[in-house]
């Protein structure tokens, strides 16, 4: 399964109610297995510069590749990209990315 993860500071305080409402427009889009778009509560003590987050999981490269083909996807680029200031994306297997186990407490 794919993750695709990216996170969107709006350009200014302004602007925010319409980065969202185009970014909601990805959840019309059917190739997600799940796709979520997040308000940053801001309440990390390191850092807070993020406004929205915008959370997908996809059966593979194929079904994200259809997801970011699907019209929907350049509709939210037309309105959000002008009045965002900054876009970070990460895409990784979740199949192969690697896991930790926290070791057992010993009584």
Do not use: C, W
């Amino acid at each position: 399964m794919i993750r695709h993860i990216v996170f969107f500071t709006a350009r200014s305080e302004d602007d925010r109610g319409m980065v969202l409402s185009g970014l909601s427009l990805l959840t019309q889009i059917p190739h997600a297995r799940l796709l979520e778009i997040g308000i940053n509560n801001k309440v990390d003590q390191l850092g807070n510069q993020v406004d929205f987050v915008v959370y997908g999981e996809f059966e593979n490269e194929a079904a994200l590749a259809a997801y970011k083909a699907h019209p929907a996807y350049q509709a939210s680029i037309d309105i959000v990209r002008p009045i965002r200031e900054i876009r970070m994306a990460a895409d990784y297997d979740s199949d192969t990315a690697a896991r930790t186990a926290l070791p057992l407490l010993h009584q």
